[in-house]
């Protein structure tokens, strides 16, 4: 691969490692969509607290969602949901294996930071960072579900082109 296809998926990769962090230190975090059960007692203390809350619903930690991702009009196979992040105005939704990722700012007219995939069997890999590169993307959010879409830069054997892509997920 040369430089100049390495170079965008460098930066979109150091922007998602780097946007998982807020500016304050703190981030609230989820789970996977479907955690393994476990069978362990929790250590956590009961509480006597009532089952409902008068605290307002954007207080409370988002829980885990799917994801779905389309790259260039085919509907890819992700291996796990990915874990969401949030602090500091931004929102990440990251896999644990590393396979696909995105940042994006919170708020009213949410931008794409970066969003990243990689095909673990084959090497391919798509990536978009503002202003890097060639493409374009996205956000929209609708209750606790995020669309990311738009055009991002595909390395693959094959060579690099530009090709669409919708990714989805739920936090």
Known sequence: MNLRAALPLSLAAAVLALSACSASGTADTTTP?????????????????????????????????????????????????????????????????GSVGVAITDGDSPKVDAFSYTDVSDGTSLAYAPGVGSGEATATKDGNTWTVEG???????????TVPFTFTFTC
Not at 67 to 90: H, I, N, Q, R
């Open 33 to 97: 969509a479907d955690p393994a059960p476990s069978s362990a007692p929790s250590s956590a203390p009961a509480s006597d607290a009532p089952a409902s809350s008068d605290a307002p619903a954007s207080s409370e930690a988002p829980a885990g969602g799917n994801a779905s991702l389309t790259v260039d009009g085919k509907e890819v196979e992700l291996t796990e949901a990915p874990k969401c992040t949030s602090g500091g105005g931004k929102v990440s939704a990251a896999s644990a294996d």
């Open 151 to 161: 055009k991002a830069m595909m390395v693959s054997k094959s060579g690099t082109k």
